[in-house]
């Protein structure tokens, strides 16, 4: 059954990939499954027809026959239970890949996602630099903590899971816009490699043909 997600049509972050569209490719790439993409301008993302796949107006969402699905968490943790190569299979292990996952959106994503939206919104606010070095405070406790839980491993628990997935593209945000990142040399590096894997970088590519295709058009 062909798979379809959608993504912005021209996305705001030129192409760096770090639209929530992009954890998706990155996991249907992972699993090998083909996908096609339907691309919505903003308008579109709020007309009706959008809006009773997604409530929010938002992008990404999943549609596989029957099945509409958003959040790119529960997409990812979708694709992740059906298909081999990104939960494991022990029982415990596949609980902790899972739990990976919770902490990238809930804990980690964020105080970054805030650091990004005050950037943006309240710049020319008087609380700006209170406000940006109090989240910033909060996402070097969380950096702190996750590079000690990581020490020297390739990845979070084990091998490569949704868990790590989801913690790569949530870092990744920072590294696009801080040098917080560097402070953590074991981090830096784990984002690295998840942006090495083949699987990372075919969905990469796919997206950025997009922005492009729509900056040539
Ligand atoms: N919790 C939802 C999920 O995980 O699926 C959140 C989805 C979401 O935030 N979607 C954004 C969206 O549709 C795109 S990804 N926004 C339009 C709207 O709300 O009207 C967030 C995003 C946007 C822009 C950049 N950027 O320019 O760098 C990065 C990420």
Redesign the pocket.
């Known amino acids: 059954m062909t798979i379809t997600i959608t993504a ?1 049509e021209r ?4 192409g ?1 990939g ?4 992009m954890r998706v490719r990155w996991a249907l790439e992972e699993v090998g499954e083909p996908y096609d993409v339907r691309l919505l301008s ?1 308008q579109a ?2 007309e009706p027809a959008h809006l009773a796949l997604q409530p ?5 969402t999943y549609e596989e026959g029957d099945l509409v699905l ?4 529960a ?1 990812v943790f979708h694709i992740a239970e059906r298909r081999a190569g990104l939960l494991p299979d022990d029982p415990n292990a596949r609980a902790r890949a899972i739990a990976w996952m919770f902490a990238a ?1 809930n804990t980690v994503e964020p105080p970054i996602f805030d650091r ?1 939206l005050v950037r943006i919104l309240e710049r020319d606010e008087p609380w700006y630099e209170k406000r940006l070095s109090a989240l910033e405070v909060s996402i070097r406790r969380r950096l702190a903590d996750l590079s000690r839980h990581l020490g020297d491993a390739d990845w979070l628990d084990g091998a490569f899971s949704a868990g790590d997935l989801l913690m790569v593209t949530v870092l990744l ?1 920072l590294k ?1 816009s801080s040098g917080i990142l560097d402070e953590y040399p074991n981090l830096s590096a784990y984002v690295a490699r998840g942006e090495a894997r083949p699987a990372y970088k075919r969905a990469f590519d796919a997206q950025l043909a997009v922005f492009k295709a729509a900056s040539a058009g």
């Open positions: 912005f996305s705001p972050d030129g760096k770090l639209a929530r569209d903003f993302m709020k929010f107006g938002q992008i990404p958003f959040e790119s968490g997409i959106l990004t945000r696009a």
